[in-house]
Antibody, heavy 116, light 110 residues
């Protein structure tokens, strides 16, 4: 069955960096675009970024553009999110998901806390 | 910047029918917006109910259906049950690779 396992979250100081990973299995990872979606404590869902199936196209929410970078390694069935210049408002549970318009799958999320 | 709109809260009686909507602050929702709907209870990951307007996710009861109603996407729940009490989110494709979630609807069954 499909599994999406996010990792790499933790507590980090403002201005520092963190890299999240999403290990995928149970589907042909290299055939699907992949998204990152986040949810701040007590708040709604916020789309963060998407990468095309082959990594050639990447798009970002305005709130993270220029600070976050999405990437993937199809040989390892793994999605990444490099987060730089972190801010307290980036504190959230980060989920990965394949194509939102063609698949129903979500991971369980990894928590990122940005605090001094 | 276009905002995706959802009713902040809604109430339905047990056994009743409720339609939640997902619209745009500017413009109309169409099938090209690929609306998807998610149910989330506190402390849990979102669960996909509907994707691409009206495709029901595996295991989702047919009490849940998606459609386009007028200029909005809609999620209709028939025969509401206590277990349906939850937060519901929609997401829309805005074009140019950008997706936007609505603010969510808190559904109460009472």
């Amino acid at each position: 069955q499909v599994q999406l396992v996010e990792s790499g979250g933790g507590v980090v100081q403002p201005g520092r960096s963190l890299r999240l990973s999403c290990a995928a299995s149970g589907f042909t990872f290299s055939s699907y675009g992949m998204h990152w979606v986040r949810q701040a404590p007590g708040k709604g869902l916020e789309w963060v970024a998407v990468i095309s199936y082959d990594g050639s196209n990447k798009y970002y929410a305005d709130s993270v553009k220029g600070r976050f970078a999405i990437s993937r390694d199809n040989s390892r069935n793994t999605l990444y999110l490099q987060m730089n210049s972190l801010r307290p408002e980036d504190t959230a549970l980060y989920y990965c998901a394949p194509d939102l318009h063609t698949t129903p799958y979500w991971g369980q999320g990894t928590l990122v806390t940005v605090s001094s | 910047q276009t905002v995706v709109t959802q009713e902040p809260s809604f109430s339905v009686s047990p056994g009743g029918t409720v339609t939640l909507t997902c619209g745009l602050s500017s413009g109309s929702v169409s099938t090209s917006s690929y609306p998807s709907w998610y149910k989330q209870t506190p402390g849990q990951a979102p669960r996909t109910l509907i994707y691409s307007t009206n495709t029901r996710s595996s295991g989702v009861p047919d009490r849940f259906s998606g459609s386009i109603l007028g200029n909005k996407a809609a999620l209709t729940i028939t025969g509401a049950q206590a277990d349906d009490e939850s937060d519901y989110y929609c997401v829309l494709y805005m074009g140019s690779g950008i997706w936007v979630f609505g603010g969510g609807t808190k559904l109460t069954v009472l």
